[in-house]
């Protein structure tokens, strides 16, 4: 039974969404349908498509009370949107169904588990989230709520554990049916922790242990954990709040982590071996990862950072979009990201060129547009003398621009979007240090209509930033303090 104010939120998404031009959208990352976007949920494969749900406000362009909004696609770069799937209305999420994963059951029906949030007053006058974790059960296009809901709550948290950091469950079931679950919580030390929880049927759940415990080590609270094996190794991915940099691993903040290594089923024993970043950028927050019917580890992110939020005007009807969906791989004890290799089919126009050299400012013939996917080379002209400094500069007119800028004395590679319009004093660069020899860099960089995705070296590391420049500045240029040599391969994404 659809509730009224599941029913009002369908009734205003259809009507709104009607007021967005295609071409005020991104071309192939999906956007909110219309509102407000913030973490993706419920990352899944059911019944021969792809399934996103997300955070979702519709009745404004800022955060609200929050919703799931939800969308399909086949290729997952070509999105329909479908009716919102939660909405806040019943006592136990009346302030807000947050975020949460979607696996399918035996009997042929998907189940989605979610944080329940409501807002209670505190004696000391305070108001505070009391979280708890909750069911609905669909069929691709309607849920409905488990009548027994929450089915974790403050009773099944271990002494010491916040109910007010209590949030974002993520579900896989094992090989002899049993499920687990992990979810992100705050311990008395105040920084972050990732209980796990397993049950027989995916309704009755009871607390195991700790799986991984943060010791203040990487930022505070660890928000929307996923966890999962890849090529023979186990990655635990969080998203800490209130971080502090580690050298170029980490950046202050909202960040996000990536854990590397071995789990003990039998006793549930995570074993961390190394960590990194998972986006070096401005722009990447909140990760979800589905296995692909073919194998493949496939993530997606919010392509946004708290802390960037008003870097778009309030009064624009759409807020939020997600990142391109990412295959993953481990080599040498690191997380390797690249576009998924669907966007191939996307590729026209190729315009390629072969040991430009770059002194100065160089644009060439072909090399333009802000719906791109361009490979490039860089290294010395001369291999006895090293140019001091390579910029790529795109979304570019004669006033606005962002630009990728390299240091090969420093191995420094750096975002900057603070020429990209922007009137805002936020984060507008980011730098990060590469694997570099000689100079020498390769680069994929993949454009939308309104942000940058950056490869490095075959995906070693990837650089994600938003941008809001004019359509109408499509250009893109070279420039080198030195000599540099450059091989660019240049698609149109169509």
């Known amino acids: 039974?659809?509730?009224?104010?599941?029913?009002?939120?369908?009734?205003?998404?259809?009507?709104?969404?009607?007021?967005?031009?295609?071409?005020?959208?991104?071309?192939?990352?999906?956007?909110?349908?219309?509102?407000?976007?913030?973490?993706?949920?419920?990352?899944?494969?059911?019944?021969?498509?792809?399934?996103?749900?997300?955070?979702?406000?519709?009745?404004?362009?800022?955060?609200?009370?929050?919703?799931?909004?939800?969308?399909?696609?086949?290729?997952?770069?070509?999105?329909?949107?479908?009716?919102?799937?939660?909405?806040?209305?019943?006592?136990?999420?009346?302030?807000?169904?947050?975020?949460?994963?979607?696996?399918?059951?035996?009997?042929?029906?998907?189940?989605?588990?979610?944080?329940?949030?409501?807002?209670?007053?505190?004696?000391?006058?305070?108001?505070?989230?009391?979280?708890?974790?909750?069911?609905?059960?669909?069929?691709?296009?309607?849920?409905?709520?488990?009548?027994?809901?929450?089915?974790?709550?403050?009773?099944?948290?271990?002494?010491?554990?916040?109910?007010?950091?209590?949030?974002?469950?993520?579900?896989?079931?094992?090989?002899?049916?049993?499920?687990?679950?992990?979810?992100?919580?705050?311990?008395?030390?105040?920084?972050?922790?990732?209980?796990?929880?397993?049950?027989?049927?995916?309704?009755?759940?009871?607390y195991k242990k700790v799986l991984c415990a943060n010791h203040n080590r990487f930022g505070l609270m660890w928000e929307c954990p996923d966890f999962f094996p890849l090529d023979g190794k186990w990655v635990l991915l969080v998203s800490p709040q209130d971080m502090r940099p580690q050298g170029f691993e980490y950046h202050n903040g909202n960040g996000t982590l990536c854990l590397i290594g071995d789990y003990e089923e039998h006793t549930d024993t995570f074993t961390e071996e190394c960590n990194q970043s998972v986006d070096y950028g401005i722009d990447f927050y909140a990760s979800q990862t589905v296995l692909a019917p073919d194998g493949r580890r496939i993530m997606i992110g919010w392509m946004q950072n708290w802390d960037t939020c008003s870097l778009r005007q309030p009064d624009q009807p759409w807020f939020g979009q997600m990142s391109i969906p990412r295959e993953l791989s481990i080599k040498n004890g690191r997380l390797y990201q690249r576009p998924v290799r669907e966007l191939d089919t996307m590729r026209k126009n190729r315009t390629a060129y072969e040991n430009v050299t770059v002194s100065g400012t160089v644009r060439l013939d072909g090399i333009k547009g802000r719906m791109v996917d361009m490979e490039l080379v860089i290294r010395p002209a001369d291999a006895a003398d090293l140019y001091h400094k390579f910029a790529l500069r795109f979304a570019q007119n004669e006033e606005f621009y962002t630009s990728l800028s390299f240091r090969p004395g420093e191995s420094i590679l750096k975002i900057d979007r603070k020429f990209s319009g922007s009137r805002r004093a936020i984060i507008h660069q980011r730098r990060s240090l590469v694997d570099s020899h000689n100079g020498e860099l390769k680069l994929r960089i993949i454009l939308d209509r309104f942000s940058a995705e950056v490869f490095v070296n075959d995906g070693a590391q990837v650089l994600t930033a938003t941008m809001y420049t004019e359509q109408e500045a499509d250009g893109i240029s070279f420039f080198a303090e030195g000599a540099a040599a450059i091989d660019v391969v240049k698609y149109d994404l169509c």
């Not at 479908?82 to 042929?108: H, K, M, Q, V």
């Not at 949030?167 to 002899?176: A, H, S, T, V």
Request: aromatic share 14%; proline share 5%; glycine share 10%.
């Open 1 to 206: 039974m659809t509730s009224q104010t599941l029913r009002e939120a369908r009734k205003y998404e259809e009507a709104s969404e009607k007021l967005i031009k295609k071409e005020e959208r991104p071309s192939f990352h999906l956007s909110v349908r219309t509102g407000w976007m913030n973490d993706p949920n419920g990352f899944s494969f059911y019944k021969g498509q792809y399934h996103l749900f997300y955070q979702y406000y519709p009745y404004d362009s800022q955060w609200g009370d929050m919703h799931w909004g939800h969308a399909v696609s086949s290729d997952l770069l070509h999105w329909e949107y479908l009716p919102a799937a939660l909405a806040p209305d019943e006592f136990y999420d009346r302030d807000g169904c947050f975020s949460g994963n979607a696996i399918e059951l035996p009997d042929g029906r998907q189940l989605l588990m979610y944080t329940g949030v409501v807002r209670e007053r505190q004696k000391n006058g305070g108001i505070y989230e009391v979280q708890t974790q909750c069911l609905a059960v669909g069929d691709g296009m309607d849920y409905e709520k488990y009548e027994k809901n929450p089915v974790l709550d403050e009773k099944n948290l271990p002494e010491g554990c916040s109910r007010f950091d209590f949030r974002d469950p993520k579900l896989w079931r094992k090989e002899d049916g049993t499920y687990c679950c992990i979810v992100g919580n705050r311990p008395e030390d105040g920084s972050g922790q990732i209980l796990l929880f397993t049950s027989s049927n995916g309704f009755q759940w009871n």
